[in-house]
């Protein structure tokens, strides 16, 4: 029996990350899901057709000394259990300067099919990275190791945004959707309703765009076709 997980995945893969958001606010679901200061740094620095869609798999990190304990599992271990088709996502405290991921995770995640990572603060060996051509979406990129100020408190469990800009959250399972223009959290209750938001957007939107290149003006297209 097919798993419905998969078939979702499936579906989001022809849409963009404003597709999705768009279908999101029509849910009236905050920022559209959008998850802000993430960006694309592997294979390319904002560049090139790469797109990663999968359930989400966390790992967070927090203070040494932080009263929860550390996970008992040393972390390249927790890689070494990413579901096939997961995308990784790493939470740590914000203004971090140390990086929290790297090159041999990557490489680990890779073999163990997770379609890409996205690292809620710094990351390292960017050209390691880009020469397994795994794509990584982070906040920015660093040197030192995170040992000396953090460690792993829990696997798969849900995590907040790390910025004081919005108050966000990814779980495990939800759906996040990542390429040029950011990424996207979508809650995994909210996937079917959106969907079809997702295609009739996109219907309408082309249907415009056909529009106003033979000469029709914005207003008009969205009259007729929104």
Not at 19 to 40: I, P
Not at 166 to 178: H, S, W
Not at 197 to 211: F, N, R, S, T, W
Request: net charge neutral; charged share 25%; glycine share 8%.
């Amino acid at each position: 029996m097919a798993d419905p997980q998969d078939a979702i995945v499936r579906a989001l893969q022809k849409y963009t990350t404003c597709d999705v958001s768009d279908a999101l606010c029509k849910l009236k679901y905050r920022n559209g899901g959008f998850l802000s200061g993430l960006t694309m740094w592997s294979p390319q620095r904002q560049d090139g057709p790469t797109k990663i869609v999968g359930p989400a798999y966390t790992v967070k990190y927090v203070p040494l000394d932080d009263p929860s304990p550390k996970h008992p599992t040393h972390y390249p271990e927790k890689i070494d259990s990413v579901p096939r088709g997961s995308v990784v996502f790493v939470s740590c405290p914000p203004k971090t300067p140390n990086a929290v991921y790297g090159g041999l995770m990557s490489t680990r995640a890779l073999a163990s099919g997770a379609v890409g990572s996205i690292i809620d603060g710094r990351f390292r060996d960017l050209q390691e990275q880009r020469e397994l051509g795994y794509p990584i979406f982070a906040r920015d990129v660093g040197t030192a190791p995170p040992a000396e100020l953090l460690k792993v408190a829990a696997v798969n469990v849900a995590v907040k945004l790390q910025t004081d800009e919005q108050d966000m959250e990814i779980r495990p399972g939800d759906y996040l959707i990542a390429d040029l223009n950011g990424v996207v959290v979508l809650p995994s209750e909210l996937a079917e309703q959106a969907l079809p938001l997702m295609q009739k957007q996109v219907e309408a939107d082309d249907k415009m765009a056909a529009g106003i290149k033979k000469g029709m003006s914005f207003t008009e297209a969205s009259q007729k076709f929104r």
